[in-house]
């Protein structure tokens, strides 16, 4: 079997919303961070106003975990195009690598960031509906813990952006200096 010119539309959807959703959340995180800080330091935030936040980035998180999950079994399961013949096996490997990187990412920053859920207070409101609390996962609820594991998932929020640079910056490199038509894989429109 030949491989496709191009990803499915599937994939090409999917490739699209999760890297809004993830650059947006990074951003959110931050976000939300600021607004702690803000009601810790007696700032016009109300703990509500940071609660909403937190739930509504939890909430989010969810979408993403099932949507790369449903991403990850699409790619197992249907052929992806060819890489450029003439790139070269450094290039190769960390096309693949970074591929299977952000892979990585998109499932264990969900987890992550359920685990450090699970070990604070109070408990998630899915859609901030106090009729739908996200359970807690057996983890140690202790301060330690629970800075610990905020700690790794914000730090995971520069992966992801290292990652993206990273990318980009070779879909540009394809695009404009080898002029192979690689970014035309995952951009239809944008062939050579």
Do not use: C
Request: hydrophobic share 55%; charged share 10%.
């Amino acid at each position: 079997m030949t491989a496709p010119k191009t990803y499915t539309g599937v994939a090409i959807a999917l490739h699209w919303i999760l890297a809004v959703l993830l650059v947006g959340m990074v951003f959110y995180g931050w976000y939300m961070e600021d607004l702690r800080e803000a009601l810790f330091a007696g700032g016009e935030v109300s703990i509500a106003e940071v609660q909403f936040a937190y739930n509504a980035h939890k909430t989010t998180g969810l979408l993403i975990l099932i949507l790369s999950l449903g991403r990850l079994a699409w790619r197992l399961t249907h052929p992806v195009p060819a890489l450029p013949a003439g790139m070269a096996g450094w290039e190769r490997f960390a096309a693949t690598a970074t591929h299977w990187a952000f892979y990585v990412i998109m499932i264990g920053m969900p987890l992550g960031g359920l685990i450090a859920a699970s070990a604070a207070e109070p408990p998630t409101l899915l859609f901030n509906n106090p009729d739908l609390v996200l359970p807690k996962l057996p983890v140690p609820q202790t301060e330690g813990f629970q800075d610990l594991s905020g700690s790794v998932h914000g730090a995971g929020g520069w992966a992801i952006l290292g990652l993206l640079g990273l990318h980009v910056a070779a879909a540009l490199k394809h695009q404009f200096i080898n002029k192979d038509g690689l970014i035309g894989r995952m951009i239809p429109f944008l062939k050579g």
